[in-house]
Nanobody, 125 residues
């Protein structure tokens, strides 16, 4: 089992920045592919970005490219998502997720085994 806890969400004006963190415990963090998803009310989770176990492979949703940066610190068992140039449409609950294996595109919620509870990001116009 892997336990994931997100933090760093909040209210920010359009154009602003936030850094989200996801702290992992329970198993060896660097064995897991990690990802960020976001969820709008009443909608399915939407892929944002993922990062391989060593951090050498990254992928982003089109909406995130150029504005968001995923990273990880395996020594601290922590995943990060730096959000910049935020827009009102980025308002959502952001969740981190973990998968033991990197298979395929890894952009579907079904690819991941463990989830955090999420942190709310609200961008005002």
């Amino acid at each position: 089992q892997v336990q994931l806890v997100e933090s760093g969400g909040g209210l920010v004006q359009a154009g602003g920045s936030l850094r989200l963190s996801c702290s992992a415990s329970g198993r060896t963090f660097n064995n897991y592919v990690m990802a960020w998803f976001r969820q709008y009310p009443g909608k399915e989770r939407e892929f944002v970005a993922h990062i391989s176990q060593t951090g050498g492979a990254l992928d982003y949703a089109e909406s995130a490219k150029g504005r968001f940066t995923i990273s990880r610190d395996n020594a601290k068992s922590t995943l990060y998502l730096q959000l910049t140039s935020l827009k009102p449409e980025d308002t959502a609950v952001y969740c981190c997720a973990a998968s033991r294996f990197m298979i395929g595109a890894m952009n579907d919620p079904g690819d991941y085994d463990y989830w955090g509870q999420g942190t709310q990001v609200t961008v005002s116009s």
